[in-house]
C-alpha cells in the first residue's frame, strides 16, 4: 500500500525566493513518485516524475525534485519563485500499478 | 502527440436529473482511462478505471457509473443526481509501462442545485 503526506496546505513566498513544497511517503514497493500542478479551473500538468532512475529530477519550468529513500521524502523545489508559479501542487505515489495515491495538495501563493 | 478531451467545460443541473460526461482521447491505442472527482479543497478521488472496451471497475460506490463503448472513449453517467455528486470531474489516460504516467483532461465542473 502506498499513501503520501504533503507538509504545508498553504505556503507563500515572494517573487524570486526559493520554493520548498514538502512530500513524503510510505509504500511497500519501490515508488513511483509524481508532482503535478494544477491551475484555476484546469487539469492537472505533470511537472516531473521519479522511477527510480536518477534521484534528482528535473521537470518543467524550472522545478526540481530530489528522492530520498533514507527520509522517504520527495520535496519539489525551484530556486526562484515567479507570479506565474502559482497554483495547487500535487504529489503522488503508485507502486507500479494504476492506481495512484494523491496527497492532499499544497496551495502556492507568491507575492509581490 | 496525444490530447484528452473532456465536455462539457462547466455544467449546471438540477437535483434528480441525469448525468453524461464524455472524455476521449486521440494519439494513442489502447489507453487505461479513469475517472475523477475533486470536490472543494480536497484532493483527487478515483471514481471508475477502465483498461479496455466494457471493462470497468469502480473504486467507490456511489450512484455513479462509467462506461467505455470505444477504444478512447470514457463517459461517466448517472440516472438521478444528487447534491454531493457537485465537484470537477477529471479524466485521464495512461499506457502501460509508461511508469503509470497519468495525464489529464481539461475536467468538468459540475454544480448540482
Not at chain 2, 6 to 18: E, F, H, K, Y
Not at chain 2, 70 to 88: A, H, T, V, Y
Request: glycine residues 10%; contains cysteine.
Amino acid at each position: 500500500a502506498q499513501s503520501v503526506t504533503q507538509l504545508g496546505s498553504h505556503v507563500s513566498v515572494s517573487e524570486g525566493a526559493l520554493v520548498l513544497l514538502r512530500c513524503n511517503y510510505s509504500s511497500s514497493v519501490p515508488p513511483y513518485l509524481f508532482w503535478y500542478v494544477q491551475y484555476p479551473n484546469q487539469g492537472l500538468q505533470l511537472l516531473l516524475k521519479y522511477t527510480s532512475a536518477a534521484t534528482l529530477v528535473k521537470g518543467i519550468n524550472g522545478f526540481e525534485a530530489e528522492f530520498k529513500k533514507s527520509e522517504t521524502s520527495f520535496h519539489l523545489t525551484k530556486p526562484s519563485a515567479h507570479m506565474s508559479d502559482a497554483a495547487e501542487y500535487f504529489c503522488v505515489v503508485t507502486g507500479g500499478g494504476n492506481k495512484l495515491t494523491f496527497g492532499t495538495g499544497t496551495q502556492l501563493k507568491v507575492e509581490l | 502527440s496525444q490530447t484528452i478531451h473532456q465536455w462539457p467545460a462547466t455544467l449546471v443541473q438540477p437535483v434528480g436529473s441525469p448525468l453524461s460526461l464524455e472524455c476521449t482521447v486521440e494519439g494513442t491505442s489502447n489507453p487505461n482511462l479513469y475517472w475523477y472527482r475533486q470536490a472543494a479543497g480536497r484532493g483527487l478521488q478515483l471514481l471508475f478505471y477502465s483498461v479496455g472496451i466494457g471493462q470497468i471497475s469502480s473504486e467507490v460506490p456511489q450512484n455513479l457509473s462509467a462506461s467505455r463503448p470505444q477504444d478512447r472513449q470514457f463517459i461517466l453517467s448517472s440516472k438521478k443526481l444528487l447534491l454531493s455528486d457537485s465537484g470537477f470531474y477529471l479524466c485521464a489516460w495512461s499506457v502501460v509501462g509508461s511508469g503509470e504516467t497519468q495525464y489529464f483532461g481539461p475536467g468538468t465542473r459540475l454544480l448540482v442545485l
